[in-house]
Nanobody, 124 residues
């Protein structure tokens, strides 16, 4: 079983960048496809991006494609999300998640392990 912990959230102005990190422990990190999700106030949790165990097969939500970049470092058991050109609509709690296997998935029900989340606030 893997435990996940996010870091890097904060307050940022629209148009600026922020990098989130997720650190895994207690399991074999390379066994999992990793993903980022976000949940804005009063909204359902939504998919942001995911990456396969070897760093390829990345997948992005249309709303962030071209602005966000996801990558992982299996040697350090970490996954990162570089968020550029942030918009106020990006204000949310951001969660990292893990699922066994290689294939991509966007549904929250497809991920077995979740972090506690880190808050991102984008001011206009």
């Amino acid at each position: 079983q893997v435990q996940l912990a996010e870091s890097g959230g904060g307050l940022v102005q629209a148009g600026r960048s922020l990098r989130l990190s997720c650190t895994a422990s207690g399991g074999t990190f390379s066994n999992y496809r990793m993903g980022w999700f976000r949940q804005a106030p009063w909204k359902e949790r939504e998919f942001v991006a995911s990456v396969a165990w070897y760093g390829g097969m990345t997948d992005y939500a249309d709303s962030v494609k071209g602005r966000f970049v996801i990558w992982r470092d299996n040697a350090k058991n970490t996954m990162n999300l570089q968020m550029n050109s942030l918009e106020p609509e990006g204000t949310a709690d951001y969660y990292c998640a893990a699922r066994a296997g290689t294939l991509g998935a966007r549904g929250t029900e497809r991920y077995s392990y979740w972090g506690q989340g880190t808050q991102v606030t984008v001011s206009s």
